[in-house]
């Protein structure tokens, strides 16, 4: 997708400008939405994830797409802030993150879990497909993958423009921040599925809220078979 401007209030740009395990807790219990041909679908966000940027920067990531620099694939994530990058994965999942920090400087927060509080039918609906018994609505966003399904988010909308405020979900991507009073309380650990040592006790640089049914059970890196 062609980039747009991005969008926002002065607020909410300043905020991913910094770097991304500052901005990921900030963003639980913020809405999270996306229009469509189909209609809108918003969450409320349960659940995130930190990446940082290549070896022999300021906030180097081993668990990062950006680890190794810059390609085709991960561009996005070398900023500005206020866009999306989208990526897929295991030949079968979409995955969303809200970029973070200044062009050049790669960083970005993996929206992991949400719970669906707009455009309830059409998240299910989506969900449905393929499947021969109904996703109960907890289970609609659990997980990166399920979430940009649920969106109706594909490798079209990389690098889309965010926009800000409770009524720019007709512009396609939006973020709403809940305000410093109404901020979620917050549990962090490792990050899910990171293998090597971006999955460690050093990177914890996954928050979730507690309690939340919407937040994706943690599970280590699944260990590579030699053949």
Do not use: Q
């Not at 021969?132 to 889309?160: E, Q, Y």
């Not at 973020?175 to 009073?181: V, Y």
């Amino acid at each position: 997708m062609r980039r747009g401007a991005p969008g926002g209030g002065t607020e909410l740009l300043e905020l991913l400008s910094r770097p991304a395990p500052e901005v990921a807790p900030r963003l639980l219990g913020g809405l999270f939405g996306h229009r469509s041909g189909e209609g809108a679908v918003v969450l409320r966000i349960t659940e995130v994830e930190a990446y940082g940027g290549p070896a022999g920067t300021d906030l180097p990531d081993p668990g990062a797409h950006t680890w190794r620099g810059m390609t085709p694939r991960n561009a996005s994530m070398f900023g500005p802030p206020g866009h999306v990058y989208v990526y897929f994965t295991y030949g079968m999942h979409h995955a969303v993150n809200l970029v973070c920090r200044p062009r050049g400087t790669a960083g970005g927060c993996l929206v992991r879990a949400g719970e669906v509080v707009e455009g309830l039918a059409l998240a299910r609906a989506r969900r449905a497909a393929g499947r021969t018994s109904p996703v109960p609505d907890a289970a609609l966003a659990r997980g990166p993958g399920n979430l940009a399904k649920a969106l109706g988010i594909d490798l079209t909308h990389d690098g889309a423009a965010l926009a800000a405020g409770a009524d720019d979900v007709a512009a396609g991507f939006f973020l709403r921040l809940p305000p410093p009073e109404a901020r979620a309380p917050a549990d962090s650990g490792p990050r899910t599925g990171v293998s090597g040592a971006g999955g460690t006790a050093e990177f914890p640089w996954r928050w979730w809220i507690p309690g939340e049914p919407s937040v994706s059970p943690y599970r280590p890196a699944a260990a590579r078979r030699r053949r």
